[in-house]
């Protein structure tokens, strides 16, 4: 994979400091592949975090959404057992998965099925940033009140 410089647009850019933070994190990101993901789009202000968290229950999963960040992570509780695996494939080991969320962006829910991990999240938009329309008036004529010579 080649790597993109982003020093030149540091130098020139004002106030764009997270955008270039997050784009210099993605090109050098390690992003590891467990525990797998899909991020989907179920609305026009609404999207799901789907994670496959096969072994974990509710206990064993935390959800923290602070700022513009979200941390999923998982912890079981091991139980020591005298089992002798011949193959392992359900990984239950220990993970934290972080997401950028944009501004705006709220948890409204999880909910955990079936060792599926939904997250729904949705942009509210404050009625402040929303776009407003302007009445245009009509300009009445001005009246003169007798002007007088000083």
């Known amino acids: 994979m080649s790597t993109f410089d982003l020093t030149p647009l540091f130098r020139s850019t004002v106030g764009f400091d997270r955008m270039m933070s997050l784009l210099d994190a993605a090109g050098r990101s390690d992003e590891q592949a467990y ?48 089992a002798e695996y011949l193959y392992r494939g359900i990984a239950g080991r ?39 329309t302007v009445k245009i008036g009509s300009a009445a004529p001005k009246q003169v009140v007798d002007a007088k010579a000083a």
């Open 35 to 82: 525990p797998p993901y899909n991020i989907e789009k179920v609305g026009e202000d609404a999207y799901r975090i789907t994670m496959a968290v096969a072994g974990f229950g509710e206990d064993d999963l935390s959800i923290v959404a602070q700022g513009n960040s979200l941390v999923i992570a998982g912890k079981q509780k091991r139980e020591e057992t005298k």
């Open 94 to 132: 220990a993970f934290e998965r972080r997401f950028q969320i944009a501004d705006h962006i709220k948890v409204t829910g999880a909910e955990l099925a079936n060792g599926v991990l939904h997250v729904d999240l949705v942009r509210e938009v404050p009625e402040a940033m929303k776009p407003r």
